[in-house]
């Protein structure tokens, strides 16, 4: 079975119908959403109503935590608090109380899903390096743990990293899996990202796909959102 696992769509939408397209051609039936649908885009209402329509699990991000009002949003850069400030005026009462509702983490028979890190899923800690995985391993047993958050798509085996967009794991060892960013990739390809795991195969590829970044860049201007955050989505970073 194909697993498709999003993450970061950060508004974009679309880049998600992109990427739900690819899906429906491809016959996946199950697909799981790692967080941030809003933040720094312009499209948070038709986002979430997207991912409650098409995902089997959804869970909590930073950024969705912020537009609920429970995130600490002093650590954010000036161009996030912007866009959280924007977000909490224009998003709806019930897609507010559908984010209020989301958890930080889910677990499967070989899979465990998180936005940040699975040592404390609700902190929003980084996993960017070999060190920080090995770290982050002690907290799971799961074969794998999928995880967003830093937009940038690699897998970990807590021995080395690996950026190729296919690779075949193991079965008998563990793996952290960065399934990249739907909205606002961060890894110098503009292209939206997402994972795909197939159980049988025990596979991930990483997909990649083109998307109307000039319509979503068109939307954020026109929503008086920073300039900064639709010329990013230009470079990918």
Not at 171 to 182: A, D, E, L, M, Q
Not at 189 to 203: D, H, I, M, R
């Amino acid at each position: 079975m194909a697993i498709a696992v999003l993450s970061d769509i950060h508004a974009n939408l679309e880049a998600l119908e992109t990427v739900f397209k690819y899906i429906d051609e491809q016959d996946i039936d199950t697909v799981y959403c790692l967080g941030d649908i809003v933040g720094y885009g312009p499209n948070p209402n038709e986002c979430i109503e997207l991912i409650r329509k098409r995902c089997n699990v959804v869970l909590m991000g930073n950024h969705d935590y912020a537009a609920i009002g429970l995130a600490n949003i002093d650590y954010f850069n000036e161009y996030a608090k912007m866009s959280t400030h924007w977000t909490i005026e224009n998003i709806s009462k019930d897609n507010l109380s559908f984010l209020k509702g989301l958890p930080f983490s889910h677990q499967t028979d070989s899979l465990i899903l998180v936005h940040s890190s699975p040592s404390k899923p609700s902190h929003w800690y980084y996993v960017l390096s070999v060190q920080d995985a090995r770290i982050e391993m002690q907290s799971f047993d799961e074969h794998i743990c999928f995880i967003g958050h830093s937009h940038v798509p690699v897998v970990f085996s807590g021995q080395n990293f690996n950026r190729e967009a296919r690779q075949k794991l193991q079965s008998n060892r563990k793996y952290i899996v960065n399934v990249g960013s739907v909205g606002q990739p961060r890894d110098g390809n503009p292209n939206t990202c997402f994972a795909v795991f197939n159980e049988e195969k025990n596979n991930v590829e990483f997909v990649r796909l083109e998307y109307d970044i000039d319509t979503t860049y068109e939307k954020i201007v026109k929503a008086g959102l920073p300039l900064f955050l639709a010329e990013r989505l230009l470079k990918g970073y």
